[in-house]
């Protein structure tokens, strides 16, 4: 796997799980601030994975500095907000 590729596929598992520890954790409308803030430690957090477990650099040819840093942003979010709304509804639904 290309380092391109793996910085995308450890945000979006990244963001999976916390989407899934936030839906469990039942933060809904009143602790929705505390599923804010772990998603976003969760994503910093993703950044020190990535440049010191898996040793991802900058180099010229494939990974830039800013590929570091918001490459898999998105797919993060998504992924997060997704699994997050998703057990709400299906665990916690009146």
Known sequence: MNQRG???????????????LCGLL????????????????????????????????PD??????RDIFVGGMWGFIGLWLYFWILLLNLLFAP
Do not use: C, D, M
């Not at 933060?27 to 910093?44: C, M, P, V, W």
């Open 6 to 20: 793996l910085i995308h596929w450890t945000r979006a598992a990244l963001g999976a799980l916390t989407g899934i």
């Open 26 to 57: 039942k933060f809904q409308l009143e602790s929705a601030g505390r599923g804010i803030l772990l998603g976003s430690i969760t994503y910093i957090l993703s950044l020190y994975l990535i440049l010191y477990v898996f040793k991802v650099r």
């Open 60 to 65: 010229e040819v494939n990974v830039r500095t």
